[in-house]
């Protein structure tokens, strides 16, 4: 017997978070996220779905819960699913985080040499703030 694992990522997040780092900042569902799982769903509700785990994020458990309650299983909660902790870029917009690195990106910026990408070298005076 074959077994299939299946990822679905979450849908659409609130419009607050459009464009932000939200991480493992608990952020809900849009309106049109709530929809569009709503479809996911109701595509994979006639799969052999034998499990569900999902993050504990409230953007991933609705449609896991959904889909569980529409299949007529549980859905674990298992934050090992969770997205990465992003630090102080959470709740910031990605272009304000790049604006406030591109300073020292820019700095060390690759030297490509060849045709073709055959090497990448950063200068021996690069140091890449963490």
């Not at 504990?56 to 299949?71: E, V």
């Not at 020292?104 to 040499?113: E, G, H, L, N, V």
């Amino acid at each position: 017997m074959s077994r299939r694992v299946l990822l679905v990522r979450h849908t659409e997040v609130s419009t607050r978070w459009a464009k932000k780092c939200y991480g493992r900042t608990d952020v809900g569902l849009s309106r049109g996220g709530i929809v569009q799982a709503a479809e996911i769903a109701a595509q994979l509700a006639p799969e052999p779905i034998a499990m569900i785990i999902h993050s504990g994020l409230k953007r991933a458990s609705h449609l896991a819960l959904r889909l569980a309650a529409m299949k007529g299983i549980d859905a674990l909660a298992d934050p090992r699913w969770q997205e990465r902790h992003f630090g102080s870029w959470e709740g910031r917009g990605w272009h304000s985080i790049w604006k406030k690195r591109a300073t020292r990106w820019t700095a060390c910026s690759p030297i490509r040499t060849g045709i073709a990408l055959a090497a990448v070298r950063l200068p021996r005076s690069c140091k890449i703030a963490a």
